[in-house]
């Protein structure tokens, strides 16, 4: 069964403007992670936060982690149309040697 | 290499054929998993390897989908008797698992065509 789940399912902004997404999970996590994958092939890893942590930033990316309401969201700041891709969320349960689980993704659209 | 490569990069094949996928990861590291993604979904999760554990299957979607590793190298992931449905992007990811959460790096997949 899916642990994470992202939404909105779609999003189509101007650049310029910020994104968020968001994601929601089932069970307890150990971490939770962002990627980013840009055609389709491949992911890349862009940020991790630990259960521990409430909020972390990379460069225009901000990540928070709620685990009393078990979300997290990932907000881009200033987007660009560079930033078009879908982005997914990936969580691992509470041992660091469990599968890494990911959601069915966000497709971000940014218009120049 | 530098990162995880998978061949071939795309597999046309017609139905009821086998097809086998190669993962190369990255050295050194203990954990790989496969995923398939279909035309605009997300990733469905097929097997987990990490290190001599028993390998975790849930993911696989029916007995025709095997795969093997060895040791902490390739992996191959095999399809028998394709079907049209098996068509999708599959990709492979590997991790360093060492207490750390996983950080995963993902190859570039492989494109099946089942025709």
């Known amino acids: 069964s899916q642990q994470g789940e992202e939404d909105p399912q779609a999003l189509s902004i101007q650049e310029g403007e910020n994104a968020t997404m968001n994601c929601s999970y089932k069970t307890s996590i150990n971490n939770l992670q962002w990627y980013r994958q840009n055609s389709g092939r491949g992911l890349v890893h862009l940020i991790l936060?630990?259960?521990?942590?409430r909020e972390k930033h990379s460069g225009r990316l901000r990540v928070t982690l709620d685990t009393s309401k078990k979300s997290s969201s990932l907000l881009i700041t200033a987007s660009r149309a560079a930033d078009t891709a879908s982005y997914f969320c990936a969580t691992q349960r509470k041992t660091s040697y469990d599968k890494v689980i990911f959601g069915p993704g966000t497709s971000l659209s940014v218009i120049p | 290499g530098a990162g995880v490569s998978q061949s071939p990069s795309n597999k046309v094949t017609e139905k009821g054929k086998d097809v086998e996928l190669r993962c190369d990861p990255i050295s050194g590291h203990t954990a790989l998993y496969w995923y398939r993604q279909r035309l605009g979904q997300g990733l469905e999760f097929l097997i987990y390897f990490q290190g001599n554990s028993a390998p975790d299957k849930s993911g696989l979607p029916s007995d025709r989908f095997s795969a093997e590793r060895t040791g902490e190298s390739v992996s191959t992931l095999t399809i028998q008797r394709t079907q049209q449905e098996d068509s999708a992007v599959y990709l492979c990811a590997s991790s360093q698992t060492s207490g750390d959460p996983d950080t995963q790096y993902f190859g570039p997949g492989t494109r099946l065509t089942v025709l």
């Open positions: 936060i630990r259960s521990n942590e």
